[in-house]
């Protein structure tokens, strides 16, 4: 006997959350809403990894727990897998997804074209405006990474890379 | 007879303790679920011991006391499961799916938007679903519902003759009355077994309609 909620649903709730909490709730203080809506994202996360472990065998290492975050974890939560996954062997890992879902319904600022009439340092406030609107975005997942991270013993430090957009990377440091 | 489980959190602290006997062996049973911690860490951490068990979620027996066994289940999050029985001869698949009902439980019960990660849980549903769980789950057949079969199927070939019939319809009749005269608790495993196997359907109609009987009794109690 399961329950089911259609996926725009889902969508729709995460986007209606980051816009009240960024213009509603913490209007002026925008790194309280960011700080905010990851730790959301980590209790989310704390709480699934503790359901879609359920079945499997212990890890041995960080990067198995890793591997698992980017086949299992992810599509169950967004019905695809990470498409690169890479490290430097050194407790830091780049997850790169080419078709993040949660920002399809985010359109890409293609006003970056008009900055060549001025030289004006305000010019690139538009395209600066656009990532960090995209930016905010991200805190959920990146939080729902860390929480899943953290319930598996692993801390670490979520941040969202969106310098090629529509693929949006996850860097993933993990604390010695 | 499962007496005490427990679940202990990553940095071994206890987020839920249950034991299902008197008061004054309670705590010894909290007790020997402390000293099976370090038999738990001891297992995680010795390779050497555990061979190719060692990534497994369920750690097997952890030590026998005089009276007692302890189970033990370590998840990925690092939370521990212990279980704590009086049987002497305990099937291994049987503490398994104890372990992975348990495990549900746990699942769903640290689901909850109000609980604290890190502290006790809480949840009257948790409590009662562990506590449900200790009982097998009805898809043996108890003896009862055989017996039954066997009374039915022995009386059917005394149909042929007339005199014969009548009488063993009676007794089977008056056999039926006393068979559906047990206690409550064994009439709701029988109701059970027999909605599981779909063919003694007859068995359903007998056990509901005592049981009606059974509920017409305890409202007129209730409210006269």
Same mark, same amino acid.
């Given at each position: ?176 | ?112 938007? #109000?609980? *604290?990660?890190?502290?006790? +849980?809480? !949840? ?5 679903? &562990?506590?449900? @769980? ?53 009439? #709701?495993? *029988?109701?059970?077994?027999? +909605?599981? !196997? ?5 068995? &359903?109609?007998? @056990? ?17």
């Amino acid at each position: 006997m399961g329950r089911e909620v259609a996926e725009s649903c889902v969508d729709g709730v995460i986007i209606e959350m980051v816009s009240a909490y960024c213009k509603r709730f913490y209007g002026t203080k925008p790194e309280l809403a960011a700080r905010r809506i990851e730790a959301i994202g980590y209790q989310v996360g704390h709480q699934l990894i503790e359901r879609y472990t359920m079945e499997r065998p212990r890890f041995s290492d960080h990067l198995e727990a890793i591997k698992f975050i980017c086949k299992d974890f992810w599509s169950e939560l967004f019905k695809k897998q990470i498409d690169n996954l890479k490290t430097n062997h050194r407790g830091t890992f780049v997850l790169q997804d080419n078709r993040f879902q949660w920002l399809t319904h985010i359109s890409i600022d293609p006003s970056s074209d008009n900055s060549e009439a001025t030289e004006d340092p305000s010019v690139s406030m538009p395209e600066n405006k656009a990532a960090e609107a995209t930016s905010t975005h991200l805190y959920f997942p990146c939080g729902i990474i860390r929480g899943a991270l953290s319930n598996l013993g692993i801390p670490c430090a979520v941040s969202a890379d969106i310098s090629n957009l529509p693929a949006c990377s996850f860097v993933v440091r993990v604390k010695a | 007879m499962i007496v005490c489980v427990a679940v202990i959190g990553h940095q071994n602290n206890p987020l839920y303790l249950q034991s299902f006997t008197e008061a004054d062996d309670a705590l010894k049973l909290h007790h020997i679920v402390h000293c099976s911690l370090d038999v738990v860490d001891e297992r995680v951490n010795n390779p050497k011991k555990s061979g190719p068990t060692l990534n497994e979620t369920f750690l097997g027996m952890l030590y026998p006391t005089e009276n007692y066994k302890v189970y033990g289940y370590l998840t990925n999050t690092k939370v521990k499961f212990l279980m704590v029985t009086t049987d002497l001869d305990v099937k291994d698949a049987d503490v398994r799916s104890f372990f992975r009902r348990f495990h549900a439980a746990y699942v769903d019960a640290v689901s909850n938007p #109000f609980h *604290v990660p890190g502290k006790k +849980i809480t !949840s009257k549903a948790f409590a009662e679903r &562990v506590s449900g @769980t200790r009982f097998p789950s009805p898809t043996a057949t108890p003896r009862s519902s055989l017996e039954y079969c066997r009374k039915h199927v022995d009386s059917a070939p005394y149909k042929s003759s007339d005199d014969a019939s009548k009488v063993s319809d009676e007794e089977l009749k008056t056999w039926e009355a006393e068979f559906v005269k047990v206690d409550q608790a064994t009439l #709701f495993d *029988v109701i059970l077994v027999s +909605i599981s !196997s779909s063919s003694l359907s007859l068995l &359903v109609a007998l @056990t509901t309609l005592s049981a009606y009987g059974i509920f017409q009794l305890l409202f007129s109690e209730f409210y006269c």
